[in-house]
């Protein structure tokens, strides 16, 4: 039988760099135990020695389910429970993208869908399952998406696709799971020098660029406050709680939102009609 440690365990993916690497060491700052699940194994497992005893590395790669699972079987295994889980491991868009200008178009890299939305839902079910299973049931699930996912970005269309369904992920699941006691919100950075934009460093215009320290704020603000699906663009000014748009009227939203239209939508035998593998 697992035993669980005293403190708090949060598993950040892509924490071997930027942001997730800032958030793996402000966790462990205020006594988290933190798995670091990168698939740069070698610099998760550096960064990880030079965090101390609390933080431990693990080479994932989130776009697969059984790696995935592997590092939530791996944190309970040492520490017993999960309390915090960060969906944050990314990549930007991938070469060939859209706008193409050949007559037939070679087919589109989608790899960051794999990685930025695929792996986020695999992040937030394997979530679901174990935080449901801690001792007191329930715990934070915190998504990186992007500003770019809140505003058109005809530079990386498919990365603002990927990001913009980790919005309305959030969106879509958190009110339900507020009532076990499991808070699913979002931050979406701005331009923030990482492994990702380092290339570019010195040439990005000032006034646009995030201090990490802002996305700090944000993740101590999920954590400190039980909120459930807020959306929070986070930019070099601050923090701005990004609201969901409004329904076209109280029938919409009743249709559109409640647990009643989702028993009907089963009885109709419409929900996953569309799995024609099974058929
Ligand atoms: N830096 C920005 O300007 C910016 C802006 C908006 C959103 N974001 C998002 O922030 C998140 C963190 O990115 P970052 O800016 O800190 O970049 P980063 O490159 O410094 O960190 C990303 C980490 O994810 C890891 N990773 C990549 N693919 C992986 C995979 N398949 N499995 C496991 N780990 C993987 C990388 O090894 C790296 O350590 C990403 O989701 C990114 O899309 C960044």
């Not at 037939?104 to 937030?124: C, E, G, M, Q, R």
Request: charged content about 20%; hydrophobic content about 40%; overall charge negative.
């Amino acid at each position: 039988m697992t035993t669980s440690v005293d403190g708090p365990v949060a598993i950040v993916t892509g924490s071997a760099s930027g942001i997730g690497l800032a958030a793996a060491k402000m966790l462990v700052s205020r006594g988290y135990h933190v798995m670091m699940a990168d698939w740069n194994y070698d610099l998760a497992l550096k960064e990880s020695v030079n965090i101390g005893h609390f933080a431990e590395a693990i080479k994932c790669d989130v776009s697969s389910w059984e790696s995935q699972l592997a590092v939530f079987e791996k944190t309970i295994k040492l520490w017993g429970k999960i309390d915090v889980v960060c969906a944050n491991a990314g990549i930007p868009e991938q070469v060939p993208s859209l706008f193409q200008t050949e007559e037939i178009p070679s087919k589109p890299n989608t790899l960051v869908i794999d990685v930025d939305l695929k792996a986020v839902i695999y992040s937030v079910n394997l979530s679901l399952y174990f935080l449901r299973k801690n001792k007191v049931p329930g715990g934070h699930i915190i998504i990186t998406s992007s500003q770019v996912g809140i505003h058109p970005f005809p530079t990386g269309p498919i990365y603002g696709a990927a990001k913009a369904g980790c919005i309305h992920l959030v969106r879509s699941m958190a009110p339900k799971l507020s009532k076990e006691k499991i808070y699913l919100n979002t931050f979406a950075p701005g331009l923030t020098i990482s492994g990702i934009t380092a290339i570019g460093e010195g040439t990005y215009p000032k006034h646009i660029l995030t201090p990490m320290e802002n996305h700090m704020k944000a993740i101590n603000m999920f954590i400190d406050n039980n909120y459930y699906g807020h959306v929070y663009e986070v930019d070099a000014g601050g923090l701005h709680h990004r609201h969901d748009p409004e329904y076209l009227s109280p029938e919409h939203q009743e249709w559109l939102g409640s647990s009643d239209t989702e028993a009907m939508w089963k009885k109709v035998g419409t929900l996953g009609a569309a799995d024609i593998k099974n058929k």
